[in-house]
């Protein structure tokens, strides 16, 4: 497959659009987002594989390039583009949230991108596997590995929590 620069953007760049908005949640981020994804693109034209079609491979650049700028602008907003397609859908109390926005920040730019593909965007472990170039089996796994990690750093901010309040109801 030949890929010319010109009709890769005429061709994909609502889609990639669609993506940066549902994870910046602004169409003027979005569209400057769109810029960078294609400029990403086409300089990484000649190291792209055609294992994978024109339309995964920007996915993921423009997934990973958003979560980027979501995770440069804070933990909190960061949690609402992975979780929340809706914003007002996920508001839970403010220690739960400040736990999350902790364990989130935590993860490495990986993670992150299974959690949004996995979580955000309900995408099958074999999509996923797709999208990251890696087996559904490794995908699975990860997986995994992400919700043991996460639980756990829930859990044990959670225990903590509930020492500082017993320890401020005793003292």
Known sequence: ????????????????YRRCLALLRDP?????????????????????????????????????HCLQQVRN???HTLKHALLAADPAAFEPNLAARTDLDRALAELSEQDLELVAYAYRDGMTQ???AEVVRLSRKTVGKRLRDLSERLQLALEASSGAAEARELKSAVG
């Open 126 to 128: 074999d999509e996923i």
């Open 1 to 16: 497959m030949n890929l010319d620069a010109g009709e890769l953007f005429e061709r994909y760049h609502g889609v990639v």
């Open 73 to 75: 602008r804070s933990a």
């Open 28 to 64: 003027e981020d979005a569209a400057e987002a769109v810029q960078e994804v294609f400029e990403r693109a086409v300089s990484g034209l000649g190291r792209f594989r055609l294992r994978a079609s024109p339309l995964t491979w920007l996915y993921a650049i423009a997934t990973r």
